[in-house]
Every structure is written in C-alpha cells, then in structure tokens.
C-alpha cells in the first residue's frame, strides 16, 4: 500500500509498505482524509524524541473499515468510521475513571503506531476494544469528521474551564485550535467571544463569526479588552498558542474569579515577557490544564459535529493529495490555512 | 394616582389612591409594562392566604424612575428601571450567600407591599439598598424588560439542573415560563429541545423554534421521546405546569443519571397519576428544586436580555391599557397569550 | 467442592458441586469470607423474577486467588483479594465514563453468575479485565475486606449528596448500611450525625459514635431534629431503610438548599404515609439517587478500610460457619446483628 | 483609651487617643485578644504604600461589645464578639454574590480603620449592617476566637481546592496559616497529610499531628513525597509560605488531575527557582487562587471552632500584654511561636 514514510528530520518517503495483517481484534481501515497539524508539522522539521523512525504519521484521521479481526463485532467492513488516535490500557486509575488521555500507559496512533498518511491504518486490539472507531453519520464529510480530534481537545479544555451561558470570553490565536474553542465556547452560551491575533488574514476570516476580533499587531489587546468589558475583565481566556505573552495578557485581562484554560504548552524563549502569576491570587482566578482527549471526549464532540451544533465545514481551506503530503506540511508551518487536509482518494 | 385595588376575591376596584410619599431610602417608579402572571391571576381568583386586601398586584415591572430619596444615589430620575419583585433582609444567612430568594424575610413587592398595576410604585429602601433596581438599557423595551423576572426564575432552575451543551431537554408546558426555560436551554447549549404541550395553538407556535413539539392530545409523549433519543432518554427534563403528569413522564423519559428541574409546586388532585419516584433512585437521577429567583439571577436574567442573547419580543401576544387589568387576567386564565402585558402609558 | 445452592424459595441446599474450570482470562477464588445482606434474604425469602435456578447467592465476598487463567497478569495465586460484585461490559456509555455500576448490560456475581456461599467462585473473565478484583493489604482482614462493597454504596451516594465539612446529617436506619453511611459522613466532615432508628438495641450501639440517635418509638424525630439544628433543619438526609416515612421526614427536617440522598427503593404499602414532594420545589432541596456502586467505588471504599479511615471491626457482629448460612439468612431477617459473615474456613 | 499608633516605619507609639464615638449604626467593642499576623509585622516593618499613618494595627479581633449605635439590633453590650475584618460595600456584584472579600470597595479593619491593639475599636456601621461582627459562644475562649480569622481565609482557600475524603494533600510551611490548611484538610477527610517546613521546632510540632512531616534542610521533599504515593503523586498541595520553591515543589508532587492551592503571593527573588508551569498543562492540574475571606466564610470558620471540629487551642503559644507588643512584632518576625495573641486584659 501507498505510505508516507518519515525516515529522519525533514525526510518524508513516498512509498510502499505492506498493508498490515488484521489480528482476530484488529481492525483496518481504508484512509478517506487525514488532517495535517502543528505537531506533525514539528516530527518532521525537528523530529521527536521518543519517536521510533521509520513511522507514518497522521492522526486526525477518517475512513472505511476495510476489514475486521475475528473478534471484532463493534464494526464492520464498509462503516464510515473516525478514529480517536489514544490508546488506553484500559485498566489504569485513569483509564477507569473514564479519563483516558491521562492513561498511564496510553500508546498514540501516528506517533507509537503507524498513523493516517497511508492507505490504510491499522487499529490495534486495544484501541478497538476500548472504543477508539467511532461510526460516522452519513450527515457528516469525511473531512468534517476529520476535525473530531481537535475538537475533542476543546471539549476536555472547556469542560474544566466551564464556559457557561453569559460568559465573556478571550481566545488567544486564531489557527484552527483557537476557532474550534471559540465554536464551542459559543454553543455553551458564552455571550461574547473575542478572539486575538496577530495575523491579519485569520483576523479577517475570524470577524464575521464571532463578537470582537483584536489584531495584536495594532492594538493593545489587554486594553481593549478592559474596555470591551467595562473595567470587569473577562470570565474566561484560553491562550491557543504557545506564546508566553498570550498567559500574560490572559490572566492582566481575566475579571476577579475569572478562569483560565492552560491549552497549549508555553515556549519561554529568551525574552519571554514577565507573566504575573500572583494574579491567580489576588483575583481568585482558577487555571485548568488540558492536554489532549479522551475517547470520552471523542464521542461527544463527534455528536457535535454529527448534531450540527459545531458546524465546521468552512474550516478546511485547503484539501491536497497524497502525493503533496510535504508540501501540505509547509503550509501548515507557514500557516497560510486554517485547517488542510489530506484526501486519499483523490 | 390610578390604581387597580384587590379587595377582594374577584374584585378589583380600579381608583384613585394616594401617591405615595418617598422616605429618604425610598425610589418612586412611574410604571410603563407591567406583566400579569398566573400567580396574579389566582391571588385575583381564589386569594391568598397571606395576602392583607386591599393590596395593587403586579409583579413583572418596568418603568422609569419619577422620584428618589435624600440619600438614594444608586438610580436618577429618568432612569428606565426594571424592579426585582422580593425585597430581601439582606442580612439572613441566605441573603449573605447572594440567595435572597430563600431569605427568611423575604417580601414580596405586588404581595407584601403595593405592586405595579398602578401609576406609581414604591420601592422601599431595603429593596433599593439590596439591588431591586435595575438598570436598563436603551436596547430593551419596557415590555422586554417586564419579562425580566420570570426569565430569572428559569436562570435559577438552570443554574441547579445544569443544562449543558449538547443535553437533550425536555420542557413540559408551553406557557410563558416553559418557553423562556427552553430559550434558556438553547442558549446553555442543549442540542435538542422538545416541548410537550397540550394546547395546539402554544405547539403551533413553538414548532418555529424548538426542535421537536409533542402534543399531549395527540401523542404519547413518553414513547415518543424515547424514540427520539433511541432509548436512551433524555438527559434534563423541566416541567413547567402544575400537572403530576409531567412528573411522572419526566421520570420516565429521563435517561440515567439524567437531571430534573422541580419547577413548578404540583397541584395532587384526586385522580393524580401514580408518580414513580423509586426512578430517582434505580436512574441515579438527580433532582433540583427552584423557587422564584435572587436578585443576582434578576441581574444576570436583564444581562441575557440586554445582549440580545435571550429575545422575547416575540413572545408578548398581548398588550392592554389599565383600564382592561380585568379583562387581561381572564385572558391569563383562558391561557390565549403567551404573554400579557399590561401598558400604563397606553 | 462445597457450595450453597438456592434451588426455589426458602430452598436453599447444601451440596457439592463441581469446582469450575478456568478459562484463559478467568480467576478462581478460594472463599474466605463472604456477607449476608438483605438481598440474600430477599432472594432466599421471596424469590426474584429474573434469578435463573439454581444460583449459588453472596456477593461480599474476599478470598485467596486459587487459580489464574494463563492469560491473567492483574493477580497471581495467593493474592489476598476482594471482590466487586458487577461485572460490567466495558463499552457502553456508562462503562466508558467509569459509572459501569448504570453499565446497559451489567451482570452481577450471586445473581448472573455463582457467588459466594462456596468454597470457590469464579470471577471471569470480563470482571478479571474490567477490574472487579482488588488485592487487600495485610493491614485488612478478610472480614473487613467483605464490607467493601457495601461501603462503596454509601461511597457512590456520598459523592452525589456531596456530604462537606460541617454539615449536620441525618441517616435514617440503623442497618448496616445506615451505620457505614454514618461512617463515612464522619469522615467527610459531618459537624453533627444524626441517626434515627426504631430497634432499641441499634439505637443503644450507635449511641456510642454518633452526636445524636433518636428511637423513633419513642420520640418526634422532626421535631427533635428541629430543635437540635434551632429551627434550621439538617444539610443533608439519607434513608437507609425501605420505609416511606423517612422520606417524608428528611424532606421535613431538610433546611433550605438541603440534599437528600435517595439512597433506598422504597416500599408503598396501602397505609404509606403521604410524602410531601413539593417541599423540594419551595425549599430548593436537591435529590441524588444512588444504585450500587461502581468499580472505582469499590476501589475508593477499599482504599478508606485500608488506610484506616473508616474503621467497620465493631461491624461484624456475627461470624457463621458455612453450614449456618440458612440459620445466618433467617437472623439477617430479624435484624439480630449489625453484619453478619460467613466463614468458609471455619 | 490606650492604643498603639504606628507613626511611620518601625515606630509605634503606646500612647492614649479619645475613645470613638459610636454612630447611630456603630458598635464600639472592647478588645480583648488581638492576634499578631505577618501582614501586621510587614506594615511595622517596611510600611505599606496605601496604608495611611497613624494608624492602630490588628485585625485578628475578638472582644467584647461596649456600646451599640442608636439603630443596631445585631448584638448588645456584653456579648462576646469576633470581627472579621473585610468591611464590604454591599452593594458590588461580588458582595451581592456573598463574596465579599473581593468587595470593589473593600476596606479592612487594622487598614483603613483603626484595629484591634488598642483598648476599644470601632465596627463602622457598614460592617456592623454587613455581618462583620460575629457572637462567639461560652465554649470558646477570646484566644481561639481570634484565630477565626486566619482559618476563615483557609475555608475559603479549601472549599475551591476542593479537599475530599480520601486526599493525600501536601502543605508547605508550618506557621499559623500552614497549620490551618492541615487541620481543615484532616476535617474535609485527607487521609494523608504530609506538612513540609525548614524549621526544625515546627517539624517537631507538627509530627504530633499531621501522617508525614518532611523538614525540607534534610531531606528532598520531591524525592519524598513521590515514595510516599508510590509515584502516584499527591492529590492537592497548598503552600503556606511566599517561598517559590514550594510552588515548583507542588507542581512536581501532584499527579495527574491534583489540585493546587495558589494561598500565599510569591516573592520572587534574585534566584528564584524555575517554576515549570508547564506542567499544570500536561498534568491537568487545577490551580486555584484564594485571597482573604468573605464574611460567609467568616461565620462557617467560627462554626467549626465553636462545634470543636477545629482546635486550636495548642496554636497560640505565647500571649503578651498589651505593653509588648512591639516585642511581639518582633517575635513574629522571627518565627519564634506559631500563633502570638495581644491580651488587651493583662
Ligand atoms: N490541549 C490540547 O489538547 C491541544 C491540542 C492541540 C493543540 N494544542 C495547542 O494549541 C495551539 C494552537 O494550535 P493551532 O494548530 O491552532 O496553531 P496555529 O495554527 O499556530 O495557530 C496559533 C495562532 O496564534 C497566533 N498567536 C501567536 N501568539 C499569539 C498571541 N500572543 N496572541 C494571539 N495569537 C497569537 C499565531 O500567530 P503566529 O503564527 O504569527 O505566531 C497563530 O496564528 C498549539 O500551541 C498547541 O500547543 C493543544
Ligand atoms: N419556579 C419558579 O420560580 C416559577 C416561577 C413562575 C412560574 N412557575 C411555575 O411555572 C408553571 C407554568 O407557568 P406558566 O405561566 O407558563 O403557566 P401556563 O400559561 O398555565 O402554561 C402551562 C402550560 O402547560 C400545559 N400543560 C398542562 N399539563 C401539561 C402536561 N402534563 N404536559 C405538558 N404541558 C402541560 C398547560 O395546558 P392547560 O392549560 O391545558 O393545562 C399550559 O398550556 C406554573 O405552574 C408555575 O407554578 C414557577
Ligand atoms: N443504594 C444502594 O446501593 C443500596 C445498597 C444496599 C442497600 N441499600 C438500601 O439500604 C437499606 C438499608 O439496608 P440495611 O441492610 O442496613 O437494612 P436493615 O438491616 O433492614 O436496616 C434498616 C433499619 O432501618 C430501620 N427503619 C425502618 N424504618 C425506619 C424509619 N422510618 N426511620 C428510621 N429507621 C427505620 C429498620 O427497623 P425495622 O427493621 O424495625 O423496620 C432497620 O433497623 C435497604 O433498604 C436497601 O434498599 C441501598
Ligand atoms: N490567602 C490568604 O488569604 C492568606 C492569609 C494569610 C496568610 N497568607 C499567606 O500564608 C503564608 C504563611 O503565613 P504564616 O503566617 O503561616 O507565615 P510564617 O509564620 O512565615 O510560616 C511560613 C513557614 O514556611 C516556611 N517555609 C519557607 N519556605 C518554605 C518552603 N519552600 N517549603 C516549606 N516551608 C517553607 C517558613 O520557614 P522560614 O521562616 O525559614 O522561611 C515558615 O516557617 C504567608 O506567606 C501569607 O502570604 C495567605
Ligand atoms: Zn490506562
Ligand atoms: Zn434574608
Ligand atoms: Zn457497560
Ligand atoms: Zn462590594
């Protein structure tokens, strides 16, 4: 079968590969789209290190089961399907408690496994048993069904950080993780969502769907926010970059007993600028991490999309073939999309 | 100034009483809108106990401030205002907790004091110190504001049932409180909202916006909703009538672990439907009661007004001059309006 | 081997029966001790109509592992182990989010498969993977070990009722289900337990933990309760016994905003006592149901025994050889003892 | 009357100024104990910017009431009372949600008004119609009512950290407030408290208490409490101290989902160590900020010592006469007691 080989940093090989032999709990399935994102984007430029070479990457992935183990009876060939890329042990503290992500042992598809950049991915016993393929609904595109796992992302961010109805919210970065929190930060009710960036391109397409748009390239978001809020501040900012200065602006614009989504990892470069964080203390703020999803949260966010309630469809801006897999990397490293995505079958 | 005086049951004088007289503490209100409820209309219909006759009824004010006390500085003259009916001690366990609703000295204004079916009403210093006052803003009208209070009492409910996004809720009853709860519900993000009712006229309006409309002549609503919900029930369910039916269908339709909003006191006649608590129990359901609201949840009811995020202009089918208060309460009782309101300035 | 088996009603026979074999992800366990709860009695008594005979009842049970199927890692023989009845499917919604005890397909040891009163059970295979069994440390004996799933009841109700530091809490029934709660309340924090109970000799025994313990025989329990929290009424109330007068009662003694764990499935005899439901509407009281318990539950339970934090030594009131076990069901009926266990090796 | 002035930095004056005079709604309470805190030793030490000169200190105030205002109907002369110190505006959003503590307005007693080292002190009318003035029953002494205060900013730091049966919870420091935490951690039901100090006469004290005491000069916390959980990590950490290292500490200890308690503003100097922040990201920790305490948390702080569930009467280990306060300061300075109380009486 076709497969996308990563052999070293910045060495993709377009190749053939045998497709995998389905064990009596296997599943396979037959690739329809697999996203491109920022993390497969940094295994091929920087590499990883725990990361065993050679590997195919790609974990936001959807498709047709092809063929199931002897055992399998949740699926069967033919399913429209979308895979959550953990796998759980299912039987560790977290695991049992339904948190999965957290899974002390948890293996990930494109990183521990073969991933979605081939023709067809193999899903291991574990993750089937433990419910990583979800059947689609004919109502929603393979490409739509693509984006289930960074929505799934948000999901578990905004469960903690418990946007609610009323609520006034400040999404920092407007690249498809930040749009998707601010799709869903809207369906919970949230009655005003400014999104800040600084590119102006996603500025412009992020302006017609929500409340305020800040370019940080020509405004002083933290003002503008006091303003917009009437000295308030806000009730809830979720930083979706890894910029140290979005915390900083984030917790100098939370209201008192405000609550901050900790989304992304921070990169403290040299001149990171000064984040107060005794502001925590002095405004009661409470500070959520989330990193990842469960298969629970998979479930729910594919009802999302499936619902209509997150509508997504206007977010993948770009669709390439296979064969244009390293270039589709570049973009996203250039960010010229909000979400690309790779079509097997075109 | 004009009044319409209870004096008894049935009988309503409409005359002329003094103005009253503004203590220092004290804010007089040149009433606009005021809403008539089914609790005005059953004080006018069978009494109250509680209630010491001759007393002007009216409980869902707007209107615009005519006089305030020497030592008022929270309002001005000519600010247009919206008045939280209870007046709270403000100094009871409860009302420290921000839960003036369960003070245990509440008073209420349309019940304990004078209410808005009148020129002018009085709001006594405790209730001006406590917050009753609220301010409005240009966007809303009168007759929007009016809505204010019952909306607010559906904030308390959903603020315990904890409708969340992507909840399948269940509203039983397309009265004014019904609508506003499933309006609410929208807003807090559940993705399916069905409403039963047994009048065509409220289903016919409400299949306009709600996803699915049952009624209750017509369908049996427990099999329906199961349907809807491919057995698994639904996750909230609010029933916003006094029936014990809608108890019992609640229970029986609400999936495990699924939440229900006690709403409304029920009226147990003698051929009451058997009601099957044990289900709270087997369905690990949980239960919430709610009854009228704070002055917290008026403020936060005028805010998803204010932003547009709750609309109501649609839902006041009815609007009287104060001279047919009567007539308006017959209509309440006939159950023809979604909302009645009554314009003083008319 | 020996074992108990139920053949009809009031029938119970003890016989040898063949020891099972052991499949590849099963597990044998050598019976050590195993409880009589009044489910066992009720089965025994009275029958159930989906208890397939014969059945080999008892689902408190603790052991030693016998045998282990070849493809078990989680225990090994000689681990010291207890037992947590449900064995759920793993992949239904409930299951996923670990409440498997509301698993769509749970099946129950001493009710879908052999229990306890044995010298051996078998727990398979699909309990073995989903964690049912839980190896006790030697600070724990046998006997204490076999309260574990009873106390993971109370856990599961806890966690809804969310019983906090300071709350006055009112337990209604002496049982052994009543004290555990009572129990566990302490360690939560309860300010003031209150215990309400109609068998002098219970009262007598929890009088020396509990603040306060009320014989129904011989006082107002709603009223004493009112004076003891000075006209306030309790935070929090959960019977542990079948009888609808303690539902009417908690929801009397109940304050404001209290919680009401809906704990027990309640019997309506002709002569029930008429329960005023609507005083969860006036005085916004909250309603948990709890239903068993699921595995985490029992792993929480079993941790708060083996730390020492709830103590149930006093508990065990009576120790039975296998041979008494009809003798044993028939004093569990006249509630003679707190907690009644069979030994299996004495 | 005699009070202590601080005149500037440093410098306190043990001089007579006029007794207050008592408005209509004031009450004037004489003092009797006055606890010595940090803030307190800060203010004589290096000034405060917005703390106006001169001005009597103290705020940890319990005594008796002297005189009462024309209008007050709360206490009467005679009754034993404890202040908590915030004074709030009432009428913020945040009073109105009965958190006063982040009061708009606030002002506090020992702050804006003059405090407790003095013969009398003055309750503005504004605390009195507020709730600040507490009775305190026989069964607690003036000493350990003074303590309400600190464990008041305790209960609130712990009802949003959430402390739960069954918690391992680590507490950095072991001065009055570290103390606190660890006791009102035991009564929320921590099944294991493990209090990390440098100070070997606080290690010593608290081992009587507290499961595991770690003395930071001799042992590497980290290393420590990861053995301690068997690598699991703790559930919930509070540092008591200004020291960032005890939040670089916290961060490592808690396992996934742990809970943090951002209590104490850090000072961050020179060196500091490197705070991996990152770490509430990939964890899923949960940070909460506390600041203060309302006056609701005032009163269940006073609860809990009043019903015993707190003692503390083994805290306050030295009691000085008025006349030595400054020598007081200075021993608080130097960490010489764990609580120190003025007796405005000897
Ligand atoms: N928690 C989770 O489970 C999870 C899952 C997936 C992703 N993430 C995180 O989500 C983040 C965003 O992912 P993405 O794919 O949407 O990335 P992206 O396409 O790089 O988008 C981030 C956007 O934020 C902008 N930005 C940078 N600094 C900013 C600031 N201070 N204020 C406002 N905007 C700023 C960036 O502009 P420039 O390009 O000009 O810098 C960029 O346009 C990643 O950092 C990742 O760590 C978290
Ligand atoms: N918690 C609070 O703070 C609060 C505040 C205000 C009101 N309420 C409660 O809210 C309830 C509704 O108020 P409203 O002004 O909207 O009353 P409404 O105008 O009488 O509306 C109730 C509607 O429900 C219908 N209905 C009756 N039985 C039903 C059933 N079993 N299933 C579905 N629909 C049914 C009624 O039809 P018929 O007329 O044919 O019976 C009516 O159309 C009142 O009972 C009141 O107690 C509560
Ligand atoms: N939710 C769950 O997961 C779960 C699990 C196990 C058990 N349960 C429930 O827990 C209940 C108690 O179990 P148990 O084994 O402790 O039963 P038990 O031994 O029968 O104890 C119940 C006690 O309550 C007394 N009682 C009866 N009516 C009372 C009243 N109105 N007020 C106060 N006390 C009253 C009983 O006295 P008399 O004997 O004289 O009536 C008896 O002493 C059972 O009803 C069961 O349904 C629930
Ligand atoms: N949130 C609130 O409302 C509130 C209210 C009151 C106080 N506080 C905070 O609570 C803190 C403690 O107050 P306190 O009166 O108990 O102070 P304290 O008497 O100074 O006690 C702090 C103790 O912690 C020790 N310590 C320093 N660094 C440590 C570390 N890394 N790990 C463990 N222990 C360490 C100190 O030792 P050394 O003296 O040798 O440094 C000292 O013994 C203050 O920092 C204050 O900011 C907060
Ligand atoms: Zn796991
Ligand atoms: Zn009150
Ligand atoms: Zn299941
Ligand atoms: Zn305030």
């Known amino acids: 079968m076709r497969a996308a080989l990563l052999e070293g ?12 032999t ?8 037959r690739v329809v789209a697999c996203g491109i994102c920022r993390t497969d984007m940094k295994a091929y430029q920087i590499g990883q290190r725990d990361l065993h070479l050679p590997r195919v990457l790609g974990h936001e992935i959807s498709g047709i089961v092809e063929e199931t183990g ?9 399913d429209r399907v979308q895979i959550a890329p953990g796998l759980p042990c299912g039987t560790c503290d977290y ?12 293996e990930i598809m494109g990183f521990h496994y073969d991933g979605g950049f081939a023709e067809y991915v193999l899903v291991p016993e574990n993750g089937v048993r433990h419910g990583v393929l979800n059947k689609i609904p004919e109502s929603l595109t393979f490409y739509e069904a693509a984006l289930t796992e960074p929505l799934a992302c948000s999901v578990n961010m905004q469960e903690s950080v418990q946007i609610l109805s009323g609520d006034v919210v ?8 930040g ?12 009655s005003s969502i400014i999104l800040v960036e600084k590119r102006a391109a996603r500025i412009e397409a992020a302006e017609k769907e929500f409340d305020h748009c800040i370019n940080l390239m020509e405004e002083n978001a933290v003002e503008r926010i006091r303003t917009l809020t009437a000295g308030k501040g806000a009730d809830a900012a979720i930083p979706c970059c890894p910029d140290p200065q979005a915390v900083a602006d984030s917790l100098a614009v939370l209201g ?4 901050f989504g900790f989304f992304s990892g921070l990169v ?40 209509g309630m997150v509508r997504v469809s206007d977010m993948t801006t770009r669709i390439l073939p296979f064969e244009e897999l390293v270039q589709g990397i570049e973009m996203v490293a250039r960010r010229d999309d909000t979400n690309l995505i790779i079509d097997l079958t075109i």
């Open 170 to 177: 400040v999404i920092f970065g407007g690249g498809p993780l």
């Open 22 to 29: 389905v064990g009596k709990g296997d599943v396979l399935v």
């Open 268 to 307: 403290m470069g040299e001149d990171a600028p000064h984040i107060d964080w005794n502001l925590i203390h002095y405004k009661e703020l409470a500070v959520y991490g989330a990193y990842g999803c469960s298969s629970n949260h998979n479930r729910t966010a594919l009802e999302l999309l499936s619902s």
């Open 95 to 106: 695991c049992r408690k339904g948190m999965d992500n957290l899974c002390d042992h948890v």
């Open 9 to 20: 940093i910045q060495k993709i090989k377009m190749t053939q590969i045998p497709k995998p």
């Open 179 to 190: 749009i998707l929190n601010a799709k869903l930060a809207r369906i919970r009710g949230a």
């Open 70 to 78: 002897s055992e399998v009876t949740s699926v069967q060939p033919g």
């Open 256 to 259: 008192k007993k405000g609550r």
